[in-house]
């Protein structure tokens, strides 16, 4: 093992192994999954991917196997995962819903208890029903089948838009369990911390570089003030003088989902040749 080479866990397959990749890429990492294998070195960066299954993660960050690993949040906590989670990431946004069939007349949590409930997170079920009576039918995936193939009363299952649940005729049954994001988490006694903190900010500098979007506009120093206090940036913006003294040229970043109004707001002012550009990487 190269103690120089941080190790990297990323899902090997499902909704969060492309954005993994894309985001990993956008951070300057060479990274590929082999088409047989889970391995691969980016010797310049001096870090090892290796593709493991999303719910396997928390288990090998726990062991200190591995450095860092992107997983969801419900696999952290359905597997007691002494990861340190470090950073939220933009994707595998989901809950964790009760769901039963339509026509079941269930409508509450506690119409539930001494049932049977499918699930693949069945530490969480336990947790939340609290309920000896309660059977937990342990299954990896298609658990909303398990219903109506006579295995199960109700499941527990992941809800992204709900369309699976609806196509297998279920309705969810009172508010989510569980809310989860995909999360960078890092083992929690790091043996590189050097190392670990580089990989960090570089993801941490691209989360930022896709929040915001830097605008830059003309305008006239009279109201120069005034378009100051709708473009504060984040330290405070750069200013530069233009050959004619009446004007001014302003640079500085603005929220990606506030940044339309802004210049709508700018260009009212008086301010011209506002121009809105993404942010490939940022280091704050
Ligand atoms: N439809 C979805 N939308 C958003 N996030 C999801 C969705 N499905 C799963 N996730 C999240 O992605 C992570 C991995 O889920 P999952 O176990 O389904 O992986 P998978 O690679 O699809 O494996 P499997 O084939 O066993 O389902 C979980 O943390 C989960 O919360
Ligand atoms: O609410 P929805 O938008 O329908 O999404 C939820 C579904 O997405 C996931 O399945 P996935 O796509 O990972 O397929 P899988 O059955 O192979 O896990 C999850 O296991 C649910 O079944
Ligand atoms: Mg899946």
Redesign the pocket.
């Known amino acids: 093992m190269d103690l120089d080479m941080i190790r990297i866990a990323l899902?090997n397959?499902?909704?969060?192994?492309q954005p993994c990749i894309d985001l990993l890429k956008s951070c300057g990492y060479k990274v590929k999954k082999p088409t047989k294998g889970l391995f691969y070195r980016d010797s310049q960066n001096e870090v090892e991917f290796y593709f493991l299954?999303?719910?396997d993660i928390p288990m090998y960050l726990s062991k200190g196997i591995i450095d860092l690993g992107v997983?969801?949040?419900?696999?952290h906590r359905e597997k007691a995962s002494t990861a340190k989670k470090v950073l939220d990431l933009p994707f595998?946004?989901?809950k964790l819903c009760i769901a039963a069939m339509q026509d079941s007349g269930f409508q509450s949590k506690e119409d539930l208890f001494g049932l049977r409930v499918a699930t693949?997170f069945p530490n969480i079920v336990r947790d939340y029903f609290r309920d000896d009576q309660m059977e937990i039918v342990e299954l990896?995936?298609a658990v909303e089948i398990s219903i109506s193939l006579g295995l199960s009363d109700c499941v527990v299952d992941?809800v992204?838009t709900g369309a699976t649940l609806k196509s297998a005729g279920l309705k969810i049954i009172s508010e989510p369990i569980f809310t989860?994001n995909?999360s960078l988490y890092s083992v929690s006694e790091p043996r590189n911390k050097k190392g670990i903190d580089k990989v960090v900010n570089r993801i941490s500098g691209r989360l930022i570089a896709l929040d915001y979007q830097l605008v830059e506009y003309d305008a006239p120093v009279n109201i120069l003030d005034d378009a100051c206090n709708l473009t504060p940036g984040i330290e405070s913006p750069t200013i530069c003088q233009l050959r004619d003294d009446n004007w001014c040229s302003v640079k500085s970043m603005v929220k990606r989902d506030e940044a339309h109004t802004i210049l709508d707001n700018l260009q009212a002012l008086g301010c011209k040749a506002i121009l809105l550009t993404n942010i490939e990487m940022a280091r704050i």
Not at 71 to 75: A, H, K, L, V
């Open positions: 899902p397959k499902g909704g969060l192994y299954r999303a719910s997983t969801g949040d419900d696999f595998g946004h989901s693949s990896d995936g992941i992204e989860s995909a």
